[in-house]
Each structure stands twice: as C-alpha cells, then as structure tokens.
C-alpha cells in the first residue's frame, strides 16, 4: 500500500537567506546563497543614502546661518551707534545753530570748535549765553574710535561755564565751518564695525 505524500508548505522572512520547510510535523531549514532573492538594503545603498541627508542638512544649515547673518548686518546698520550718534549729534547741532545770534560767533583756526552766542529767554536785551561745540581727541581702539564731540553751555558776561555734555562718542574727526549767517559740521564716526560722515548744515535765525 503506497503511503500519501505530505504536503510542502514554505514560509519566507523579511530577508529569506532562510527558509522554513514545513512537512508535516517535521520542520527542515535551508539555506540559499542566490543573491537574487535577498531583500533589504545594501551597504552601498545606506552609504549612499546617508550622502544624500548629510549633503542636505549641510545646505539647510547653510542657508540658516547666513539668513541670520543678513538680519544681524541690516539690524546694525538701522540701530547700531554709529547711527544713533549721527541723528543725535545733527539733531543737537541744528537746533543749537537756529536759535544762535548772526551777531557774534566764533570759529578755530582749525576748525577744531565752533562758538555761537544766543538769547537765555524772550527778556533778554542781548545775547548773554554762549554754546560752544569742541571735538575731543581720543585715537583709535579695536571698537572704533574714541573721540568724543561735546558742547558746553555758559554764561556770557562774566563768563561762565554753565554745564558740559556730551552728544556723542566713536569721533574720528570733527571740522567746523561757517559761511555768513550759516554754519557747517563735518562728522566722521566709527563704532569699529562700520563708518559714516555726517555733513549737517543749519542757518543762524536770530540777529
């Protein structure tokens, strides 16, 4: 009497370098060398891969950086202290200029200061307070440099020194000039980082 033959079953893995041959109640392994039937991926293919994302995030980071330096470069431009010194300093110098007398100013040979006389208030009979603009030398230094342009602000007979400020810092060079009823200042600033000359031009309105 022939005996019946089992039936086969084959059952493959993710990747069937083996496989489990079911006859029946006995289970055999065997294992395949075709290359052909190997799934997954190869060496060369994750190196590959990993060229790719490593290539990616360089170029990602790449344009990060240099959006933020871009941002940092406009924002010093638009807020940095050159700029402030420059609006602060042509601010003071024009409306000190506006309300000074034609009457009386004063200019150093160098140009080095400039003196301008004006009213202390309405009651005055004549001019008996005085303003005077001076550049102080300070050099250079690796944040810029460190003159300084001042006014001082005084008494006129007797004379006397009322008060001195400064309007602003990082002055490479200051040059004053005066042509009839008007006055010039030529303002040079350095932070170390970035340069600017500020020419600032007002006329004298009281006689």
């Not at 079911?22 to 190869?42: E, H, P, V």
């Not at 060229?51 to 170029?59: A, D, Q």
């Not at 602000?153 to 200051?174: D, H, K, Q």
């Amino acid at each position: 009497m022939a005996m019946p033959k089992k039936k086969l079953t084959i059952q493959r893995g993710f990747t069937p370098l083996e496989e489990l041959r079911f006859a029946g109640n006995q289970i055999r392994i065997s294992k395949r060398a075709d290359k052909r039937f190997l799934t997954g991926f190869t060496i060369t293919e994750l190196m590959v891969t990993v060229m790719i994302s490593t290539i990616v995030m360089f170029g990602i980071g790449f344009m990060v950086v240099e959006s933020q330096r871009g941002w940092n470069r406009m924002y010093n431009r638009a807020y940095s202290d050159v700029v402030t010194n420059s609006y602060v300093a042509r601010k003071t110098f024009d409306a000190v200029i506006r309300k000074a007398s034609s009457e009386k100013i004063l200019l150093d040979e160098d140009g080095t200061w400039l003196e301008v006389y004006y009213y202390a208030d309405a009651n005055s009979a004549s001019v008996d307070r005085y303003a005077r603009f001076y550049y102080s030398e300070g050099g250079q230094s690796e944040t810029g440099a460190e003159g300084q342009l001042n006014i001082e602000y005084g008494r006129a007979e007797p004379r006397e020194t009322l008060t001195i400020r400064t309007v602003c810092e990082n002055v490479a060079s200051c040059v004053f000039k005066v042509a009839g009823r008007s006055a010039q200042m030529i303002l040079t600033l350095d932070d170390g980082t970035q340069t600017a000359t500020v020419v600032s031009s007002s006329v004298m309105h009281n006689q």
